[in-house]
């Protein structure tokens, strides 16, 4: 696994482009600086693998693009030490960008196949994120509750059993919509379990599957 100097270029070419798209938080961009992207991607992409874009990752699924991951990611507010719980771990990358900001991170995937190699990948590049199969609607109650909960696939609503795994004071980012193009949306728990609502513009993720049948 080949990170060389040229890769590091590319890199910090991307995190300009990303910092003039407006993101601000310095230990994000220090996250994506460090993140060799192109291990994430399959070979053939390795030229564009620094361009600020989604790519295919196989089972139709895609790695957001490095923008949409910093953006979800300064949305979080993750602090050191927080229980972060992912859904839609795809390539594993996001999972590590909150790695690499202190969170632990818990991720559920519903493709199989992508599951098991993100697994796998993740591990091979030293990162501690723990991966798990199965339905995001349903989160991980095995380590619940959680002080921050990423969606980065299209919800169409978001599940109570979801809602009830985030701890009082936490925060849950998801793209929300039912069709091609979703609102980004903030909800907070407060201390006394009420949840407010903030919206952050559109964005296009690939869709939160629902009632899929195990692979
Ligand atoms: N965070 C990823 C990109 C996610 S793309 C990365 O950094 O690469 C969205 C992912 O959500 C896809 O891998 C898709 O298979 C997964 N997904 C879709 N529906 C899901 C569900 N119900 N539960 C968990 N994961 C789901």
Do not use: W
């Not at 009082?168 to 006394?192: F, W």
Request: proline share 5%; net charge positive; charged share 25%.
């Amino acid at each position: 696994m080949l990170d060389t100097y040229r890769h590091k270029g590319m890199r910090k070419k991307l995190v300009e482009s990303i910092k003039q798209k407006g993101i601000t938080n310095e230990n994000i961009l220090n996250a994506i600086n460090k993140i060799p992207r192109h291990l994430f991607l399959d070979s053939s992409f390795l030229e564009y693998a620094y361009d600020d874009k989604p790519f295919p990752i196989g089972s139709g699924q895609t790695i957001s693009q490095p923008y949409t991951v910093a953006f979800q990611s300064q949305l979080l507010d993750v602090q050191k030490g927080n229980k972060v719980l992912e859904i839609g771990s795809g390539s594993g990358y996001q999972a590590c960008v909150l790695e690499e900001l202190g969170a632990k991170v818990f991720s559920i995937e519903r493709q199989k196949k992508l599951y098991l190699k993100t697994k796998t990948f993740i591990a091979e590049l030293g990162y501690k994120a723990r991966f798990f199969y199965g339905d995001g609607n349903k989160g991980v109650p095995a380590f619940a509750p959680y002080d921050r909960i990423l969606i980065t696939a299209a919800a169409p609503e978001i599940s109570n059993e979801l809602l009830k795994q985030l701890k009082p004071g936490g925060k849950l980012i998801v793209p929300l919509g039912k069709g091609d193009v979703q609102t980004m949306i903030r909800i907070t728990k407060t201390a006394d379990n009420k949840l407010i609502e903030e919206k952050f513009g559109s964005f296009r993720f690939v869709p939160m599957l629902r009632n899929k049948a195990d692979d």
